[in-house]
C-alpha cells in the first residue's frame, strides 16, 4: 500500500514568489492535514480537510491556504512568501481525521531567499 | 504559548538501558495523547498514544504514562536499542479534534 506522497521534496523560491505543494494520501483516507515543521517550533497545524471541506485551521496568516480534490489528494499554497515561510511542509493523511494515528509524508522542504 | 512542552531538547542513553522522554502540557481540554518518532529526511510514523481515561499503555518496548493531576506524560523505551535513535515529538488533542498540537520534539542518541 503506498504511503502518503508529497511533491517537490525539496524547492527554492524568493520573497515575494509563490508556492504551490501537492499531498497525495493513503489510497481510501480521506482526511488531509498539513503542517509546518521550523526548527525550535516543532510541527505547527496549518489545516485539515476532509471530503473536500476544510475542517479546522491553525494560527497562520491568509497567505496560506489550501483545498483538497474529490479523489482526497490535497495542495497548499503560499503567497507573497517571506524568509520566515522556510520550513518543511508535512502533510498527513487518515482515514477519516478526528481521534487517530496520522500517517505522515516526508515533506516538502520549502527554502524561501 | 506552547501548549505541549518537551523541556529536553537531547537525551543519550546506553544501549539495553531505560530511555525515559517526558512531555508537559498546558491545555486541560486535551485528553489523547501520541508520540511520533521521526528519523532524518523522513516524515514522522506514528508509535504510540494513549486516551485520559487510562493512565498507561504499553506496546512492547514502548509504554507511554499519562498523569492528568500533573498534566505530565512520559515515554518509555526498554530496552533502547540503536535503531531507537531520533526525534520524538509528543502530541495531544482535545478528543474527535482533527487538530494535533506537538511539542518541539527531543532528539534521542543510543549509544553502543
Known amino acids: 500500500k503506498a504511503g502518503v506522497t508529497q511533491t517537490p521534496r525539496y524547492l527554492i523560491k524568493t520573497r515575494g514568489q509563490q508556492v504551490t505543494l501537492s499531498c497525495s494520501p493513503i489510497?481510501?483516507?480521506?482526511?488531509v492535514s498539513w503542517y509546518q515543521q521550523t526548527p525550535g517550533q516543532g510541527l505547527q497545524f496549518l489545516f485539515e480537510y476532509f471530503s473536500e471541506t476544510q475542517r479546522n485551521k491553525g494560527n497562520f496568516p491568509g497567505r496560506f491556504s489550501g483545498r483538497q480534490f474529490s479523489n482526497s489528494r490535497s495542495e497548499m499554497n503560499v503567497s507573497t512568501l517571506e524568509l520566515g515561510d522556510s520550513a518543511l511542509y508535512l502533510c498527513a493523511s487518515s482515514l477519516a481525521g478526528g481521534v487517530g494515528e496520522l500517517f505522515f509524508g516526508e515533506g516538502s522542504r520549502l527554502t524561501v531567499l | 504559548d506552547q501548549q505541549v512542552k518537551q523541556n529536553s531538547p537531547s537525551l543519550s542513553v546506553q544501549e539495553g538501558r531505560i530511555s525515559i522522554l517526558n512531555c508537559d502540557y498546558t491545555n486541560s481540554m486535551f485528553d489523547y495523547f501520541l508520540w511520533y518518532k521521526k528519523y532524518p529526511a523522513e516524515g514522522p510514523t506514528f508509535l504510540i498514544s494513549?486516551?485520559?481515561?487510562?493512565d498507561k499503555n504499553e506496546d512492547g518496548r514502548f509504554t507511554v504514562f499519562l498523569n492528568k493531576s500533573a498534566k505530565h506524560l512520559s515515554l518509555h523505551i526498554v530496552p533502547s536499542q540503536p535503531g531507537d535513535s531520533a526525534v520524538y515529538f509528543c502530541?495531544?488533542?482535545?478528543?474527535?479534534?482533527?487538530?494535533?498540537?506537538f511539542g518541539t520534539g527531543t532528539r534521542l542518541t543510543i549509544i553502543p
Open positions: 494513549i486516551s485520559s481515561i487510562k
Open positions: 502530541a495531544a488533542s482535545p478528543f474527535g479534534d482533527e487538530k494535533l498540537t
Open positions: 489510497s481510501g483516507h480521506r482526511s
